[in-house]
């Protein structure tokens, strides 16, 4: 695992292309996680972006994750070293693309409980990814 | 303004290869260019519309169409997605030329990825990358995760999926081209290893080197050709994503693209003889079927068991050339091979101990980029005249 990167945007082209969304990599790189409320639809979209995907608007507000969701399908990518591939429902609506880490790989279920924490990113940023609750 | 009737598949090609260490891409799709033009009974500079997908080497149709020595063109377009792309391509074909913007068309495809695999490509400015790349999301576990809820959803079984790979090497055997010609059985796809849970090295499609192309024309150039005519009535479309974190991995594209090809074209999913279903996987053609309304929702998994998708034994025959599964899947690439051996059924000139009886209507479906990730649909169907 690499060290948290203080300005991840100096380094991570993942994060320097894409300044709408750099709200959520700064809070990511201290740990937090933050979601994209669009105030004219009231709805959080996924993945995050300047403007709404479900209503076109432009307000987006970046609001505090409650870290918690469900597996909705996963699948074990065993060619090779395995790892756990997953999108997950959360608990504030959208599902995510992501990966269960810190588990029993021949364990993991769909409508399992999981609770995210983050890990760097081979360039910098660090992802979301998930963990059994 | 309705396609139906407007345009003709009259020349279709599929290279030989498997394995082409010795030849460029461009080069495959040359020959390939070259064999469906000769089956046509038509020359390079009959060609004034050229039709491309991501696969083509340089700028699209600019390096290609150059490349290829095509000088008359008048219309060109690269429509990119992903192996779906070129039963678009007979689509966007068929509308120009009904719209009187090109009278021959050339649809071309060719790679490598057997003899000179490249990793797929990862654009860092793409608007999903910074989220989604590192996860090693790749093919495999994204319809990995499809087959999973599909089976959590409707109770699919990993028998049911095998049958799909089975049926498809019941074909495979009397194709002399193709990659695996080997019968298998279930017992055979569940033994052999899991690459990404649920699916096994048996559910996946084979990689391999090759290419092929197709001739659309408009009516008139058609009544002067000595090839059956291959009619194209009608086609739909559809890309389908995340739907901003709505994501519902239970249903494709083909939800839109085929009611839309089956409305244009006037028939019913009970009308088609023959299907070419893109087969990536054994998920995605259960996926499909249902989509296309072969079967009922959820119910791809008992329509698609006991042999019902084999020649001869079953009620709907699919991929009679063994399909991506076990004969081709050109440059990681299956919709330009779909279109071909529908052309071949419509034709009568698929091989005897798979060609349907009274084969007068037949359908591609494609699916094209990642069916867990975001997705290109594509439906054409096709009558014999």
């Known amino acids: 695992m690499n060290a948290p990167v203080a300005k991840a945007d100096a380094v991570d082209p993942f994060v320097a292309g894409h300044p709408e969304v750099k709200a959520f990599w700064d809070a ?59 999108y997950v429902t959360l608990d504030e609506g959208p599902t995510m693309m992501t990966n269960i880490v810190d588990c029993d790989i021949n364990k993991v279920k769909v409508g399992q409980r999981v609770k995210v924490k983050f890990q760097a990113a081979q360039e910098g940023r660090k992802v979301p990814v998930f963990t059994p609750a | 303004m309705s396609i139906k009737g407007k345009a003709y598949i009259m020349g279709a090609y599929e290279h030989p290869t498997r394995n082409a260490p010795d030849k460029s891409v461009a080069q495959i799709h040359a020959e390939a260019a070259r064999g469906a033009l000769a089956d046509a009974g038509l020359s ?38 992903g192996g779906s792309s070129y039963i678009a391509h007979v689509s966007h074909a068929a509308q120009a030329i009904a719209s009187g913007k090109c009278s021959v068309a050339l649809v071309t495809l060719g790679g490598k990825p057997l003899s000179a695999p490249m990793p797929r490509p990862v654009f860092a400015l793409a608007p999903d990358a910074s989220f989604e790349s ?64 649920p699916l096994h ?41 995340q739907m901003g974190g709505e994501v519902d991995l239970t249903y494709t594209g083909a939800v839109r693209s085929g009611p839309a090809a089956f409305a244009e074209a006037g028939v019913r999913p009970a009308d088609i003889k023959y299907a070419s279903i893109y087969d990536s996987f054994t998920i995605t053609v259960v996926m499909q079927l249902e989509d296309l309304g072969f079967c009922e929702k959820g119910k791809g998994g008992w329509f698609v068991a006991d042999g019902n998708l084999i020649a001869g034994v079953g009620k709907l025959p ?66 014999r005249e």
């Open chain 2, 134 to 197: 590192g996860l090693g999301v790749v093919i495999a576990n994204s319809y990995g995760m499809c087959a999973m809820r599909h089976m959590y959803e409707y109770g699919t079984t990993s028998e049911q999926l095998a049958w799909v790979k089975v049926a498809a090497s019941h074909h495979a055997q009397y194709n002399a081209h193709a990659y695996k010609r080997n019968v298998v059985t279930v017992e055979q796809v569940l033994a052999s290893p899991i690459i990404a849970d």
């Open chain 1, 28 to 86: 990511s790189a201290q740990d937090r996680f933050v979601l994209p409320f669009c105030k004219a639809c009231s709805k959080t979209h996924w993945y995050p972006r300047a403007i709404c995907p479900h209503c076109a608007g432009t307000e987006i507000e970046w609001r505090p994750a409650k870290g918690t969701g469900s597996i909705y399908t996963y699948s074990v990518m065993r060619h090779g070293s395995p790892y756990v591939i997953a």
């Open chain 2, 44 to 81: 390079k500079d009959d060609v004034d519309g050229y039709f491309c997908a991501g696969d083509a080497p340089g700028i699209g149709p600019l390096s290609m169409a150059d490349y290829l020595g095509l000088t008359k063109l008048k219309h060109v377009d690269s429509t990119e997605i």
């Open chain 2, 318 to 383: 699919f991929n009679t050339d063994g399909g991506g599964l076990c004969s081709n899947h050109p440059g990681n690439r299956g919709g330009l091979t779909k279109v071909l051996e529908a052309v071949r059924q419509l034709r009568g000139e698929a091989h005897p101990a798979v060609q349907v009886k009274n084969c007068d209507i037949a359908l591609a479906h494609g699916t094209g980029g990642s069916l867990g990730v975001r997705h290109g649909s594509a439906t054409v169907i096709m009558e």
């Open chain 2, 201 to 241: 090295r048996l559910d996946c499609c084979v990689i391999t080197d090759g290419g092929g192309a197709l001739i659309v024309t408009s009516p008139e150039v058609a009544a002067s050709l000595k090839r059956p005519r291959v009619k194209v009535i009608g086609a739909g479309e559809s890309p389908k994503g």
